[in-house]
């Protein structure tokens, strides 16, 4: 079967960097999405990775390994904003997104 | 780039009743868009994907007479949810894909309609 994992949930302090983690299944492979979603708003994109490696994105960065089947979401310099549900989303050989349950990123000061 | 919007944000009706919600491709022609649902703290469920033109694809366990779907034009997608019931109440959300992109797989979100059914 298809499937994503993430954790629930991560605590972290603002400014410091947060990794998470997402490992996937999927019925074929057409890349792994990550999106940011506040309390109560619709998921805004963030990144996509189709081959292997690092994709920075000014804060953010993105890797994937696709023969391990596993992809993190690097945030540096973590501000309060920052606070939010981050999904992980890989596409099927179908181009269907197959979605994580989300991990909510707590920021403390 | 890429901007979607959806309309109305959030609505309250009475159960029995029928509510459209549309969602726009503001910037770009989308000939295919999803629409999605999301009760609290859960992950996303695809319900359709909405093709221009044609009829809408519906996933498993999702009543098509329940949930319309129609994709009357390349930047307008509509979704009704008849006969509302309260445990229809959730967040409706739609993405759309922007062909002309380089990176034509990426999905674009509307900031979705939070529906509430007494």
């Known amino acids: 079967g298809q499937n994503i994992d993430q954790p629930t949930e991560m605590t972290a302090t603002e400014g410091a960097i947060v990794q998470i983690n997402c490992t996937y299944q999927?019925?074929?492979?057409?890349?792994l999405f990550w999106y940011q979603q506040h309390a109560g708003e619709a998921p805004t994109f963030l990144s996509y990775n189709v081959l292997d490696g690092l994709e920075e994105k000014g804060r953010f960065s993105s890797f994937l390994s696709r023969s391990k089947g596993y992809s993190y979401l690097l945030l540096k310099e973590l501000q309060m904003k920052d606070s939010a549900s981050y999904l992980c989303?890989?596409?099927?050989?179908?181009?269907?997104?197959?979605w994580g349950a989300g991990t909510k990123l707590i920021i403390k000061p | 780039g890429a901007v979607v919007s959806q309309h109305p944000s959030w609505v309250i009706c009475k159960s029995g009743t029928s509510v459209k919600i549309e969602c726009r491709s503001l910037?770009?022609?989308?000939?295919?868009m999803f629409w999605y649902r999301q009760f609290p703290k859960q992950s996303l469920m695809l319900m359709a994907t909405s093709n221009e033109g044609s009829k809408a694809t519906y996933e498993q366990g999702v009543e098509k007479d329940k949930f319309l779907i129609n994709h009357a034009s390349l930047t307008l997608s509509t979704l009704t949810v008849t006969s509302a019931h309260p445990e229809d109440s959730s967040f409706y959300i739609c993405?759309?894909?922007?062909?002309?992109?380089?990176?034509?797989?990426?999905?674009?979100f509307g900031p979705g309609t939070r529906l509430t059914v007494l």
């Open positions: 999927t019925s074929g492979f057409n890349g």
């Open positions: 989303a890989g596409m099927d050989s179908n181009y269907q997104l197959i």
């Open positions: 910037d770009f022609q989308a000939t295919t």
């Open positions: 993405s759309a894909r922007d062909p002309s992109a380089g990176d034509t797989d990426t999905q674009y």
